[in-house]
């Protein structure tokens, strides 16, 4: 008799969280006005994103982790700021999570794109994106290892999908050639 094919194993990256919980989460005030001279977003966001420790030997190291906030896509895509959390350490079986604001404050933004801002904010259905590059070193038995740049980014959920409770679609990059 033949033996089943053998599945691999993945191993889950660090800071993984488990598909049934949201890991990012945004809340948001939002407020657009037309000038004489132009048209102005003023616009302030909550980010909380979710970092896990599941392993119970390993001690994860994270470095500076650069968050930022963007509303809107192609051509109407709106930054709306960077904010850097510290550095800080994650031990065994931990969970952390990172509550990051960004503030965007009488931005200038073309006619066109304030109004389609507008319009999909009131239907909430305006993409938030949100991109997070931090370096992560790992611990065991007292031994540090090296840092190795990541970078997570998520984009595209709307206010309503994440009301809602879907998952955000993030990707996680780490050792990109």
Wanted: overall charge positive; glycine content about 10%.
């Amino acid at each position: 008799m033949s033996e089943p094919p053998v599945k691999p194993v993945l191993q889950k990256p660090p800071g993984y969280k488990d598909p049934n919980s949201r890991p990012v989460s945004v809340g948001s005030d939002h407020r657009h006005g037309n000038r004489p001279d132009g048209t102005y977003l003023d616009a302030r966001t909550t980010t909380r994103l979710e970092v896990k420790n599941p392993n119970g030997k390993m001690t994860y190291y994270y470095g500076d982790t650069e968050v930022e906030v963007s509303f809107g896509e192609g051509g109407y895509e709106t930054e709306l700021g960077t904010t850097t959390v510290p550095a800080f350490t994650m031990l065994e079986k931990n969970t952390r999570d990172l509550r990051v604001e960004t503030k965007a404050s009488n931005k200038l933004v073309v006619d066109e794109v304030g109004s389609k801002l507008r319009a999909r904010y009131r239907s909430k259905s305006l993409p938030v994106n949100v991109e997070a590059r931090t370096k992560v070193g790992v611990g065991v038995a007292g031994l540090k290892i090296g840092m190795v740049g990541v970078t997570v980014k998520c984009d595209g959920m709307s206010k309503k999908q994440l009301d809602g409770g879907d998952m955000p679609k993030c990707v996680i990059n780490m050792l990109k050639w």
